[in-house]
């Protein structure tokens, strides 16, 4: 009896976060809905656009710091918070066309925060959602595939450009350090942070096509986009963290 009563308060409990969850989230659902609404053209950079482009990112950080603020800020979710961070402050640099590389070194950065955030945590014990050794394995393996091949396609477009001495090195390090976070989210097994290393791959690697090939007419929308899915992927997988291995050891107790 006992156990079901406990089970039946976690249970209103988690769904009281839930709703909390999603209340916190209205100021990045208006920030990027304002971000998409404005539109504000890339040929005038400016201090409001670095603000609009990088709000959605920082309330993020505050619902991450609401929730999570504290002590709870020392474990893996004070990684998230400082990768969200990081990730910011690359919003702002590549506002401007010449403080890419910056922006880059603060991406990059977050990436690295993430890959600790990702590698603290541990696996989802959920049968549902955890992924097979094997599985896991081939994912691991495609997915550095499918990365070096792209290098290997941006590699002539990289050479081509001026600064090819600094901008090669410099994405290839990227790469390296993306592809470790996307491997590290697989590795928990846990859906939203896994589609949320993803995500982020995936708007990397437009902006790539973006910048690097050729301008791409829908390109702009689909880096953002994704990038945002990525990000708010990433923090709510780092908020609903704790409850996930609440339930995990629920079920676990129930079936013993």
């Not at 006992?2 to 209103?12: G, V």
């Not at 014990?125 to 290997?152: D, G, N, Q, Y």
């Not at 050729?214 to 908020?239: D, E, H, N, S």
Request: a positive charge.
């Amino acid at each position: 009896m006992d156990i079901l009563e406990t089970q039946a308060s976690c249970r209103r409990k988690e769904r009281r976060s839930l709703a909390e969850l999603v209340t916190s989230l209205l100021p990045f659902f208006v920030s990027s809905s304002t971000y998409f609404y404005l539109w504000l053209p890339d040929s005038s950079p400016s201090p409001f656009s670095a603000a609009v482009k990088s709000a959605p990112v920082l309330s993020l950080a505050g619902l991450v710091w609401y929730h999570k603020g504290g002590r709870s800020l020392c474990g893996s979710i004070g990684a998230v918070l400082a990768g969200l961070l990081l990730s910011a402050a690359g919003d702002v640099c590549l506002i401007w066309k010449e403080l890419f590389l910056p922006g880059m070194l603060f991406f990059a950065l977050a990436h690295v925060c993430y890959s600790l955030s990702f590698s603290s945590r541990p696996p989802s014990s959920s049968p549902r959602s955890r992924l097979s050794p094997s599985l896991l394995l081939l994912l691991s393996l495609s997915l550095w595939v499918f990365a070096s091949l792209s290098f290997l396609y941006f590699l002539p477009h990289l050479s081509a450009r001026k600064d090819s001495s600094v901008i090669t090195p410099a994405v290839c390090v990227y790469t390296f350090l993306i592809t470790i976070m996307a491997n590290l989210a697989l590795v928990t097994s846990r859906p939203l942070t896994m589609a949320g290393a993803l995500f982020f791959m995936t708007s990397d690697l437009t902006l790539a096509c973006h910048t690097f090939v050729a301008p791409l007419p829908w390109g702009r929308a689909a880096v953002m986009t994704t990038y945002y899915l990525a990000q708010v992927l990433i923090a709510v997988g780092g908020v609903r963290e704790g409850s996930d291995v609440v339930a995990d050891g629920l079920g676990n107790r129930k079936r013993k």
